[in-house]
């Protein structure tokens, strides 16, 4: 192939795709509320172990990701069986989440555990709430990341 014509391919190649061209879910799709929940659960994970490796950078952002699960539950799921699920979240986990951010933010390993054992009572009172109560989160125990290094870059 010719240069001029290569390089051309390779500009054209480089355009960003317009938002109209790019794939999009099919109108009406919403997730189901499991699969954020299943996302919350590994969030929930992955922010103790950030936090608990002091890795403030990490553990914020995997707080972020959780606070987008939570949005997600809030707008696709203000009820779900007569069950108030958004205004459930908002009142629990939304509060919680906040005094994680503290904690982090502070870069305060104890005010960062507590701030988890609450966001994680809240999860269970919020199962409770809406009959599923057998639904039992807790404080991580075991890593099973084992592809990810949750230690703080040096």
Known sequence: MKPMVLA?????AALPVPAAAQPQAPAGYAPGLG???TLTQVRHL?????GDAKNWELADYELDELKEGFDDAIKYFPTKDNMPIGQLVKDTALPAAEDLKSAID??????????????????DACHQATNHGFIVVRRPTANPYANQSFAPKK
């Open 8 to 12: 051309a391919v390779l500009a054209v």
């Open 106 to 123: 502070a870069r305060n390993g104890a005010k960062f555990a507590a701030a988890f054992d609450k966001l994680t009572a809240a999860c």
């Open 35 to 37: 699969e954020i929940m």
């Open 46 to 50: 992955k922010l103790w172990f950030a």
